[in-house]
Structure formats: structure tokens, C-alpha cells
């Protein structure tokens, strides 16, 4: 089973602006997410909220509160958390293989990531992966960082991550990037770029 986490935040800054962005992030990903066989997609909000606009999407909707008793300094680990919250509200198997997408990152036209999920065998997989930073252009070897904003992994990857940081030049990505290096060389799939705009560097990686 493929499972897809739409990770949210609701927070109260900029709100009617990620607002927009969520919506029209989230619209676009579905239409790309409904071509792949076999899948749930679900989506994860953070603010101790009980309903919002996430509900319109005609998916589930978890809420946590892991934006408020979550403390960091980098947002990642609360994403984590909220991943792993998922895990365990539908009880995903250690071989399913969860795909997480940022909320307000549209997935673009012939993904490369996309187009490898429905490819390949995903039972024969364990990572489908981007490694190097966002702020590179291109990434296409083993190193101790990953984009995050969409990657796939088995759950049984995804509940060995660590989500805590080592002061403030430690990141979660260098994390997800830990557990993919421990993954056999034919069992990952290191992709050059995913096709996904990241508004960080307001560009396609």
C-alpha cells in the first residue's frame, strides 16, 4: 500500500496567504496523486484545530497539536511528528511505503518523481529519493543531506528517523538523508531532481 502525507501548518502568521497557497498546492497535487494506483492520500494539520478548509479536499484530514507542544527551533521535527502520528493513527505497516509532500509545494508537469512511483515495483524499492540540498540545482549521489519537501520511503525508514537536533547547524534533513544511506544501493532510487516547486528558492527542483 502506498501511503501519501500531505504535511500542514495553520499557523496565524501570513494565514490568508498560505491559505491560497495551500489550496492551490494541494488542488494541483491531488490531480497528479489520483494517476497512481493503490494509494491513500491523507492530510496532517498541526494546530490543535478540529476542522478547516483541508476538509474540502475530499480526503482524510488528521489533526494534532504538535505545533504546540513541540519545541524547535526548525520545523522539521514537528513535520516528523506529525508523520509519525499518522503511522500510528492508520496503523501503516512497516513495508508500505509512505510518500511526504509539503502542503504548499506544487508537484509540476512530468515529475520525474511522479513518473518513477508509477514505474517501478515498489515492492522491490525502499527510498525514491533527492539527495543535496534545496538550494542545489541538481542532486544525483549519496550524501548526508535531501530535499524533504517530497520523498518516499517504507514506513519501516520513515519510524527510524531521529527527529532530534543537535544545535542550531543540524537538520532534519540530514536525518532523512542518515536512514537512506543505510539503504542497499538496489533498493533506492536517486533521482538528479523531482519536479516539485520549492517556494523557499521559488524554483523547481
Sequence with gaps: MIYVIITTSLIRDNYDARKKEYI??????????????????????NNNNTNSFLDDFNCDVIYTDNNWTA?????????????????NS??????????KITGRYPIQNNS????????????NIDCVIRYGSFYEKKGNKRCNDCITGLIGM?????????KNLNGFH??????????????PDDRIIILDKLGIYIRQVE???
Design 24 to 45: 492551490d498546492a494541494i488542488k494541483i497535487n491531488l490531480e497528479f496523486l489520483k494517476e497512481i494506483p493503490d494509494i491513500k492520500i491523507v492530510i496532517v494539520e
Design 71 to 87: 519545541s524547535s527551533y526548525n520545523k522539521g521535527p514537528i513535520e516528523l511528528t506529525d508523520i509519525h502520528h499518522v503511522i
Design 90 to 99: 492508520l496503523d501503516i505497516k512497516d513495508d508500505d511505503f509512505i510518500i
Design 112 to 123: 520525474k518523481f511522479i513518473n518513477t512511483i508509477k514505474t517501478c515495483d515498489l515492492n
Design 154 to 162: 517504507k514506513c519501516k525508514y520513515v519510524k527510524q528517523i531521529d
Design 170 to 183: 543540524d537538520y532534519i534533513e540530514y536525518k532523512w538523508a542518515e536512514i537512506a544511506n543505510i539503504i
Design 203 to 205: 524554483d523547481i527542483r
